[in-house]
């Protein structure tokens, strides 16, 4: 059974930090691209970021360049977010989610190719 599980989301001031966490089950997930996504309330689910299984290429929306960080522990089976200077428009459901193919990345993070798989989803909450 294939499984993603997010994790690590939580309430945050701004300029903070968190890390969040994708696990898999039912697949080994260095075979395909993983990409995170966010849907804030009112809004449509938009890509955050991606990375490669064929070469490790990393992916970013332009508003959280610089500030956010996607990597993968192969022997976790586990991809992670590093978000910091966390702001209030990063406020969402972060979502982690995979097409179960290689070398889309620039495809899944526009969601312009259907999603195979999708996580439950963790809060990110950005307040003071």
């Known amino acids: 059974q294939v499984q993603l599980v997010e994790s690590g989301g939580g309430l945050v001031q701004p300029g903070g930090s968190l890390r969040l966490s994708c696990a898999a089950s039912?697949?080994?997930?260095?075979?395909?691209?993983i990409g995170w996504f966010r849907q804030a309330p009112g809004k449509e689910r938009e890509g955050v970021s991606c990375?490669?299984?064929?070469?490790?290429?990393?992916y970013y929306a332009d508003s959280v360049k610089g500030r956010f960080t996607i990597s993968r522990d192969n022997a976790k089976n586990t991809v992670y977010l590093q978000m910091n200077s966390l702001k209030p428009e990063d406020t969402a459901v972060y979502y982690c989610?995979?097409?179960?193919?290689?070398?889309?990345?620039?495809?899944?993070?526009?969601?312009?190719?259907?999603?195979?798989?999708w996580g439950q989803g963790t809060q990110v909450t950005v307040s003071s």
């Open positions: 989610a995979t097409h179960l193919a290689r070398g889309v990345c620039k495809l899944l993070l526009h969601l312009r190719i259907p999603i195979d798989y």
């Open positions: 990375i490669s299984s064929s070469d490790g290429s990393t």
């Open positions: 039912g697949f080994t997930l260095d075979y395909y691209d």
